[in-house]
Nanobody, 122 residues
């Protein structure tokens, strides 16, 4: 499985962006999908996850109420809608696939994609 994130860019604080992640392969719907981010000089941080069918969603406290994860299994896509962006949201955002929620949230996902840079100006 190969993953490619897109949709990053420069946005002012309070603005919105929608990130997309395209997955190759026919087994996309078999995996839990997550978004992670890594800010300059910091470690990787879990952002959000969605289970195989899209029935359960998880997000970190830092983005809860502002970011929403969703997926389209017919198109092998996962999305991250980011609203009310803050300068501290500036990071490279990556998507990842894993066997289950615990694996993904703990950062032990099986497949990782290249990230897309989000820069939020104050």
């Amino acid at each position: 499985v190969q993953l490619q994130a897109s949709g990053g860019g420069l946005v002012q604080a309070g603005g919105s962006l929608r990130l997309s992640c395209a997955a190759s392969g026919r087994t996309f719907s078999s995996y839990t999908v997550g978004w992670f981010r890594q800010a300059p000089g910091k470690g990787r941080e879990f952002v959000a996850a969605v289970t195989r069918s899209g029935g359960s969603l998880y997000s970190s406290d830092s983005v809860k109420g502002r970011f929403t994860i969703s997926r389209d299994n017919l198109k092998n896509m996962v999305f991250l809608q980011m609203n009310s962006l803050k300068p501290e949201d500036t990071a490279v955002y990556s998507c990842a696939l894993g066997e289950d929620t615990r694996t993904v949230i703990s950062g032990r996902a099986r497949y990782w994609g290249q990230g897309t840079l989000v820069t939020v100006s104050s």
